[in-house]
């Protein structure tokens, strides 16, 4: 079965970087695409981006751009997300997602378990 | 301020049919499909409705997604203990080059 794990809670200073892992399995990594949502406390989900299983190709939303990465390693069929200089309103959980389905119709089918960042100082 | 527009919150009782609303715009809902994702408290989000109004092998019929114009509609009959949970609507926006979700609704089963 599709499984997704994800690396452990972390917890960094306002202006430092996290990396947040993404292990797929139980699928061909190639054929799918992965996205990262993050929930902020108490609040609704929140679509960062996504890249490609394939090759890499990666659409970031517009908001985070110049501070998100989203890199594949297809020899582990693992997913990694980047965020740089990290504010206290980046304290979340993140999630990766299996994406299905083209641009203009992506949707989710399969989750990882989460993974929290808190910002603070 | 999300750009769908859900109710906070919506109740029933065991049996009853509960319906939640989400509404969007021409760039989003207008447009594009919308899908819905349920989560269980202290949970990741799993799909419920894919395409408007396909449900993902192993969701009960008693789910049942439509959509009208810019605005669309998560059913669910025969209400059970098990489905107080957060219902989240999500459609592809134009504008963000992505996917937007409605800020979600909160089912409480009385």
């Known amino acids: 079965q599709v499984q997704l794990v994800q690396s452990g809670a972390e917890v960094k200073k306002p202006g430092a970087s996290v990396k947040v892992s993404c292990e797929a399995s139980g699928y061909t990594f190639s054929s799918y695409g992965i996205s990262w949502v993050r929930q902020a406390p108490g609040q609704g989900l929140e679509w960062m981006g996504w890249?490609?299983?394939?090759?890499?190709?990666?659409n970031y939303v517009q908001k985070l751009q110049g501070r998100v990465t989203m890199t594949t390693d297809t020899s582990t069929s693992t997913v990694y997300m980047e965020l740089r200089s990290l504010r206290s309103d980046d304290t979340a959980v993140y999630y990766c997602?299996?994406?299905?389905?083209?641009?203009?119709?992506?949707?989710?089918?399969?989750w990882g378990q989460g993974t929290l960042v808190t910002v603070s100082s | 301020q999300s750009v769908l527009t859900q109710p906070p919150s919506a109740s029933g009782t065991p049996g009853q049919r509960v319906t939640i609303s989400c509404s969007g715009s021409?760039?989003?809902?207008?447009?594009?499909?919308v899908y819905w994702y349920q989560q269980l408290p202290g949970t990741a989000p799993t799909v419920l409705i894919y395409r408007n109004d396909q449900r993902p092998s192993g969701v009960p019929d008693r789910f049942s997604g439509s959509k009208s114009g810019t605005s669309a509609s998560l059913a669910i009959s025969g209400l059970r203990s098990e489905d107080e949970a957060d219902y989240y609507c999500?459609?592809?926006?134009?504008?963000?080059?992505?996917?937007?979700f409605g800020g979600g609704t909160k089912l409480t089963v009385l």
């Open positions: 999500a459609a592809w926006e134009d504008s963000v080059n992505g996917p937007v």
């Open positions: 997602a299996r994406t299905k389905g083209p641009k203009g119709g992506y949707y989710f089918d399969s």
């Open positions: 021409s760039s989003n809902i207008g447009r594009n499909f």
């Open positions: 890249i490609s299983g394939y090759n890499g190709n990666t």
